[in-house]
């Protein structure tokens, strides 16, 4: 056990990818029908948020040069992400009050560490640069289904302030990225693609938010700019994902990294937005690519999962003593 705690004391704030990519997984099965499934990832999500919230708080109250250190990584911001990611799945579940509580506290943690994050970009950043983009276009998913689901008409109109803001930051973190991490990134460069896609689905959101009984939220040209919007961000992210695939065959990288996470959230995060966006705009089509993309995102979680466990086992191990085993007397 000595061992296995060491290998979680060592999880960086990357981690939090897991829990961001198994809750979309969750999101997207929920999509397709697939309830049992969907139910199952979100348990383990929120098993996974719990554990990762107890060692945030751990590192905040007990190791404060630590927690300070790695609030200036932007993998900082999947504190936040992760969270609104997970309160928006509760909305569509039908628990209002434990997803207000989790927007809220999401809301909070974006507050606190966006304006640390952006202090502390540099040029030739990796992927997790978006991450800025993703964190405040997860707000706007959460409050989007809450305004559906309460209808609060004011809440939506926050999350569509946020939209354009997420959009704005995408726009000022682009320059940053390195480009050279498509063809040699551990994982996270997936992340310039899975902002594109949240940013659709956060806009198929407020689309669907405006069409709620009872709620008049967007006129004749907020609506089309922001359908006209939502669409161009579902082909960007689309073409990304065909461009990141085509680099992954290019440069293949199978070696297990933690990082790899942060490929899963953007293949569950593009089928969500793919099968919402269809839904959201009336292109019933696009649910046959949005359900291979679903399987596609539970195949890579598979992968993934498996390495984490595998990783787990082998530091466990070392941890304990395994490696001086073989060691001569």
């Known amino acids: 056990m000595s061992g296995l705690r060491t290998w979680w004391a060592g999880r960086s704030p990357a981690a939090g990818a897991a829990v961001m990519a198994t809750g979309i997984v969750s999101t997207g099965l929920h999509l397709i029908g697939a309830e049992a499934l969907s139910l199952a990832a979100l348990a383990l999500a929120g098993a996974a948020w719990v554990l990762l919230g107890i060692g945030f708080v751990r590192r905040l109250v007990l190791d404060r040069g630590r927690w300070e250190a790695e609030a200036r990584s932007p993998a900082a911001l999947t504190a936040a992400a992760a969270t609104a990611v997970l309160a928006s799945r509760l909305a569509t579940l039908g628990r209002p009050p434990l997803a207000e509580a989790l927007l809220a506290l999401a809301a909070v943690l974006w507050a606190v560490l966006l304006p640390i994050v952006v202090r ?10 978006f991450l800025c983009c993703v964190a405040t276009q997860g707000l706007v998913v959460s409050a989007a289904a809450l305004a559906a689901v309460e209808r609060r008409a004011w809440l939506a109109h926050t999350a569509l302030v946020l939209f354009w803001l997420g959009l704005a930051l995408y726009a000022f973190a682009l320059p940053r990225f390195d480009a050279r991490q498509v063809l040699e990134g551990p994982g996270d460069h997936w992340i310039a693609g899975g902002a594109l896609a949240i940013s659709a689905l956060a806009g198929a959101g ?28 579902l082909a ?5 994902c065909v461009v990141l695939l085509v680099a992954e065959a290019v440069r293949p990288r199978l070696r297990y990294d933690q990082r790899r996470w942060a490929t899963v959230f953007p293949l569950g995060m593009t089928a ?11 292109v019933p089509w696009l649910r046959g690519p949005g359900r291979v993309l679903v399987w596609m995102a539970v195949a890579g979680w598979l992968w993934v999962a498996a390495g984490t466990v595998t990783d787990a086992v082998r530091t ?8 001086r085993s073989r060691a001569p007397r």
């Open 272 to 282: 969500a937005a793919t099968l919402s966006v269809g839904t959201a705009v009336g």
């Open 236 to 240: 960007l992210c689309l073409a990304a």
């Open 206 to 233: 407020l689309l669907a938010a405006g069409d709620t009984g009872g709620l008049y939220l967007w006129n004749d040209d907020d609506r089309d700019a922001l359908r006209t919007t939502t669409v161009l961000l």
């Open 120 to 129: 502390h970009w540099r040029s030739r950043m990796p992927g997790a640069v």
């Open 316 to 323: 466990a191990r070392a941890g304990s003593g395994g490696v």
